[in-house]
C-alpha cells in the first residue's frame, strides 16, 4: 500500500481541444492576459519558453509572438475587452469561467464569418467608452 499513488486530477485544458492548431491555446491565453486573468505561473511559463521561434516569428516575447502569427489588428485588444463586459456575467457562473470565455472568444474570432474585430461606424467609440466606463467602476 505504500506509497500511496495520488490520484491523477483531470488536467484543467483539454489538449484534444488544441491538437489541430496548438496556438490556439496561446491565443486564449493571451485573451486572459489582456483581461489581467491569466495565472501568474502560466505567465511565468510562457515567457521561458520561445514561441518567437517555433512560429518564426520577429516578436520579442511570447505576446507579440502570438500576436504577430495570428495578424491581430490595433483594436484587438478592445474587442476582448468589451465581450467581456457584456458576457462577464455568464462566465462567472462556473469554476473555468475565465477560460470559457477565452475558448468561446477564441472560436468566434477564428470563425469563417466572424466580426469580433469588425468595428461598425460609431461602435468601436461605444466599445471604448465601456471599457472606460468599466476600468473606472472597478
Known amino acids: 500500500m505504500w506509497p500511496f499513488k495520488k490520484k491523477q486530477s483531470p488536467p ?8 489541430a492548431n496548438p496556438i490556439n491555446l496561446f491565443f ?14 502560466r505567465s511565468a ?4 519558453m520561445n514561441l518567437q521561434k517555433v512560429f518564426a516569428t520577429e516578436a520579442t516575447g511570447w505576446k507579440e509572438a502570438v500576436r504577430e502569427t495570428l495578424h491581430l489588428s490595433d483594436t484587438f485588444d478592445v474587442a476582448v475587452w468589451d465581450l467581456w463586459i457584456r458576457n462577464r456575467s455568464h462566465f462567472a457562473q462556473s469554476a473555468d469561467g475565465d477560460r470559457h470565455f ?4 477564441a472560436d468566434m474570432y477564428m470563425a469563417d464569418d466572424s466580426k469580433v474585430d469588425v468595428w461598425p461606424e460609431g461602435a ?5 467608452a465601456r471599457i472606460e466606463s468599466f476600468k473606472k467602476d472597478a
Open 12 to 19: 484543467a485544458i483539454d489538449p484534444a481541444r488544441y491538437q
Open 28 to 41: 486564449e491565453d493571451l485573451i486572459l492576459d489582456i483581461l489581467g486573468r491569466l495565472a501568474a505561473k
Open 45 to 48: 511559463d510562457l515567457e521561458k
Open 102 to 105: 477565452a475558448q468561446n472568444f
Open 124 to 128: 468601436l467609440d461605444a466599445a471604448k
